[in-house]
């Protein structure tokens, strides 16, 4: 990887501290902040209150006469039993109508009706709910009006054991993705209790991400879109911010669990059809002696009297596998880049798709193979993931990922690349050169005119200049002033650098050197030994950032929502 330069980051960072407390006072930017806290703090209160209240209610009138139902209901104990048969809410059908089940879940939604009903709305996982009535029995049991005020009373996202008897509702249940059929409840548990106030509601966290002000200064703030799950108090969208300083309401809304399931489809179908063309899977190292790729952008640690670097790419280490006899190789694992770029399309650490394969005739047998394994895995989320692409879209709406027909995939060379913007771009490219590497705008207007004139969201630009890539990168035998080294792009947004590396000692010497650095310093010289120690067989490759294809495919306005836990120059915490 790190097939291109690294990008300006005091063009990249936003994170300039604003001016406080001097002659002017408060900044607008401080004061904005200060509004926006006190609002939040006077919502919490608000809904504290509303809170107490509600239990309060309910603890008045549990007060008063016998409770026949007292078995039925209150905080799970080790000895509470509920034998009724376990359904998964995706299961349940006709052949559960007027019979009892249990069920576990989380209450995402409440209300009382008059004193003697209870509503509640229980998530099993994802977005599978249901509507829960409860009805004060006449006889007192198996439900009491104690036992439907305490039940009305339990906190929001609160896990729960009911029983139930399944029953037609009168009308399907818009609010709950299972909408035809309802719970009547005559038992409840609390297994365990929500806090007195959410840091984030469900229904905050599953609308779009409202500002990405304090993380990433650089991220399109998206429309916020009403959305299915029901959220009683009608939250706000959240910053991102909020997002991920509430981690578990942040993975518990449905959008960031379609996400991470269409995540890790992308990382199976890489793997599988890397398997099925006989590569094998390797591990390389994170942990790294020697700042490999030039120094730049590695984080450094003390390692015992030494000194360490966490690994920037497998680049080396893909290629000691080829030289080492394996003939097509792939790894998945974790990246680190101490780059101070707070943009929506960097992180500290990514996960990297990696693969490096010997080549036979051409450089172009590895591009080939590449296209075919990205366009497999496009086609695989449209087969296996079209319910979670679905859900996504109707939190972040974006159009269908246009993908080329079979036998017309787009392949430029980078000079037709940058002819197609001179000639058809907007106005300030008018004069790009063919030997100068693009700019993030200039990839995405060329993109932009891609789709037009293409009908695809997916190509491939070929032929990078010399200057553009690394010291390892071949240059094109026929022009060396451009390298046999590609790009791939989604969305007019990079996911991908490879190309064909130099396999042999002497002119991989002669390129570090014309490229400034010392053939002999650490790091270096191990690595060029490697192809001095044994012939090594012309090969190539290229390194996919896992999260940005599941971000540009899903057009998420950043790649901090498709991480697991993003790592960036401002966050490394939770
Ligand atoms: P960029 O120019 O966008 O910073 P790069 O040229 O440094 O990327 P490479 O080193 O070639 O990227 O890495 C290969 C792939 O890894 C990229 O195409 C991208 O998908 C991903 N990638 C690189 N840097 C990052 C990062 N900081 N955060 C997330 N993904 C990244």
Same mark, same amino acid.
């Given at each position: 990887?790190?097939?291109?330069?690294?990008?300006?980051?005091?063009?990249?960072?936003?994170?300039?501290?604003?001016?406080?407390?001097?002659?002017?006072?408060?900044?607008?930017?401080?004061?904005?902040?200060?509004?926006?806290?006190?609002?939040?703090?006077?919502?919490?209160?608000?809904?504290?209150?509303?809170?107490?209240?509600?239990?309060?209610?309910?603890?008045?009138?549990?007060?008063?006469?016998?409770?026949?139902?007292?078995?039925?209901?209150?905080?799970?104990?080790?000895?509470?039993?509920?034998?009724?048969?376990?359904? =998964?809410?995706?299961?349940?059908?006709?052949?559960?109508?007027?019979?009892?089940?249990?069920?576990?879940?989380?209450?995402?939604?409440?209300?009382?009706?008059?004193?003697?009903?209870?509503?509640?709305?229980?998530?099993?996982?994802?977005?599978?709910?249901?509507?829960?009535?409860?009805?004060?029995?006449?006889?007192?049991?198996?439900?009491?009006?104690?036992?439907?005020?305490?039940?009305?009373?339990?906190?929001?996202?609160?896990?729960?054991?009911?029983?139930?008897?399944?029953?037609?509702?009168?009308?399907?249940?818009?609010?709950?993705?299972?909408?035809?059929?309802?719970?009547? @409840?005559?038992?409840?548990?609390?297994?365990?209790?929500?806090?007195?106030?959410?840091?984030?509601?469900?229904?905050?966290?599953?609308?779009?991400?409202?500002?990405?002000?304090?993380?990433?200064?650089?991220?399109?703030?998206?429309?916020?879109?009403?959305?299915? @799950?029901?959220?009683?108090?009608?939250?706000?969208?959240?910053?991102?911010?909020?997002?991920?300083?509430?981690?578990?309401?942040?993975?518990?809304?449905?959008?960031?669990?379609?996400?991470?399931?269409?995540?890790?489809?992308?990382?199976?179908?890489?793997?599988?059809?890397?398997?099925?063309?006989?590569?094998?899977?390797?591990?390389?190292?994170?942990?790294?002696?020697?700042?490999?790729?030039?120094?730049?952008?590695?984080?450094?640690?003390?390692?015992?009297?030494?000194?360490?670097?966490?690994?920037?790419?497998?680049?080396?280490?893909?290629?000691?596998?080829?030289?080492?006899?394996?003939?097509?190789?792939?790894?998945?694992?974790?990246?680190?880049?101490?780059?101070?770029?707070?943009?929506?399309?960097?992180?500290?650490?990514?996960?990297?798709?990696?693969?490096?394969?010997?080549?036979?005739?051409?450089?172009?047998?590895?591009?080939?193979?590449?296209?075919?394994?990205?366009?497999?895995?496009?086609?695989?989320?449209?087969?296996?993931?079209?319910?979670? @692409?679905?859900?996504?879209?109707?939190?972040?709406?974006?159009?269908?990922?246009?993908?080329?027909?079979?036998?017309?995939?787009?392949?430029?060379?980078?000079?037709?690349?940058?002819?197609?913007?001179?000639?058809?771009?907007?106005?300030?490219?008018?004069?790009?050169?063919?030997?100068?590497?693009?700019?993030?705008?200039?990839? =995405?207007?060329?993109?932009?005119?891609?789709?037009?004139?293409?009908?695809?969201?997916?190509?491939?630009?070929?032929?990078?200049?010399?200057?553009?890539?690394?010291?390892?990168?071949?240059?094109?035998?026929?022009?060396?002033?451009?390298?046999?080294?590609?790009?791939?792009?989604?969305?007019?947004?990079?996911?991908?650098?490879?190309?064909?590396?130099?396999?042999?000692?002497?002119?991989?010497?002669?390129?570090?050197?014309?490229?400034?650095?010392?053939?002999?310093?650490?790091?270096?010289?191990?690595?060029?030994?490697?192809?001095?120690?044994?012939?090594?067989?012309?090969?190539?490759?290229?390194? @996919?950032?896992?999260?940005?294809?599941?971000?540009?495919?899903?057009?998420?306005?950043?790649?901090?929502?498709?991480?697991?836990?993003?790592?960036?120059?401002?966050?490394?915490?939770?």
């Amino acid at each position: 990887m790190s097939e291109k330069p690294t990008e300006d980051p005091t063009q990249a960072s936003g994170d300039a501290p604003a001016a406080e407390g001097d002659d002017a006072g408060p900044s607008k930017k401080a004061l904005k902040k200060a509004e926006a806290k006190a609002k939040k703090e006077a919502e919490k209160a608000k809904r504290a209150a509303e809170v107490k209240a509600r239990e309060a209610a309910a603890k008045a009138a549990a007060g008063g006469g016998e409770d026949l139902a007292k078995d039925n209901y209150g905080d799970i104990h080790h000895t509470t039993k509920v034998d009724a048969e376990k359904v =998964k809410l995706k299961d349940l059908g006709e052949q559960h109508l007027d019979k009892t089940v249990k069920l576990r879940g989380w209450i995402q939604n409440s209300r009382m009706q008059g004193a003697k009903m209870a509503f509640v709305e229980i998530r099993e996982e994802r977005n599978w709910s249901i509507q829960g009535v409860m009805a004060v029995s006449p006889e007192g049991t198996p439900v009491s009006k104690q036992m439907v005020k305490w039940t009305g009373g339990i906190r929001l996202e609160s896990f729960v054991l009911v029983e139930a008897l399944v029953k037609k509702p009168l009308e399907p249940v818009k609010s709950c993705r299972v909408s035809d059929y309802e719970l009547h @409840i005559t038992k409840c548990y609390l297994i365990a209790s929500g806090p007195e106030v959410l840091g984030m509601t469900l229904g905050a966290a599953n609308k779009a991400v409202a500002s990405f002000e304090d993380e990433d200064e650089t991220a399109p703030t998206e429309a916020v879109k009403e959305l299915s @799950i029901t959220d009683p108090a009608g939250a706000p969208a959240a910053s991102l911010t909020t997002h991920l300083n509430n981690p578990v309401m942040h993975k518990r809304a449905p959008v960031q669990q379609a996400i991470a399931d269409i995540r890790m489809t992308v990382r199976k179908l890489f793997a599988e059809f890397l398997e099925s063309r006989d590569f094998v899977q390797f591990e390389p190292p994170c942990l790294i002696g020697a700042a490999s790729e030039g120094g730049a952008n590695v984080f450094g640690m003390k390692y015992f009297d030494k000194h360490a670097y966490l690994a920037q790419s497998p680049q080396f280490y893909k290629q000691f596998e080829i030289a080492g006899g394996r003939k097509r190789v792939f790894c998945i694992g974790p990246v680190f880049r101490a780059e101070n770029s707070n943009t929506p399309r960097h992180m500290t650490e990514f996960t990297g798709l990696d693969m490096e394969m010997e080549i036979e005739e051409s450089y172009v047998e590895v591009l080939e193979t590449i296209e075919s394994l990205m366009l497999y895995i496009f086609r695989g989320l449209e087969e296996k993931r079209s319910e979670e @692409i679905e859900l996504v879209r109707s939190v972040y709406p974006s159009e269908k990922f246009l993908l080329p027909e079979p036998g017309k995939e787009v392949r430029l060379t980078f000079a037709e690349g940058q002819k197609l913007l001179r000639e058809e771009g907007p106005e300030e490219y008018r004069n790009v050169k063919d030997d100068e590497d693009m700019s993030t705008p200039q990839e =995405k207007a060329l993109g932009a005119l891609i789709r037009e004139k293409y009908k695809t969201d997916f190509y491939v630009l070929d032929k990078f200049p010399e200057e553009a890539r690394p010291f390892y990168a071949m240059e094109d035998p026929a022009n060396p002033k451009v390298t046999n080294a590609y790009d791939f792009f989604m969305r007019g947004q990079e996911i991908l650098s490879g190309g064909q590396r130099i396999h042999t000692p002497e002119a991989l010497e002669a390129r570090i050197r014309k490229k400034g650095v010392d053939p002999n310093s650490t790091g270096i010289k191990e690595y060029v030994d490697v192809f001095r120690s044994a012939g090594v067989p012309p090969h190539g490759g290229g390194g @996919i950032g896992l999260d940005r294809v599941v971000s540009w495919y899903l057009n998420l306005p950043s790649v901090h929502l498709s991480s697991y836990y993003p790592r960036t120059p401002k966050r490394l915490l939770p």
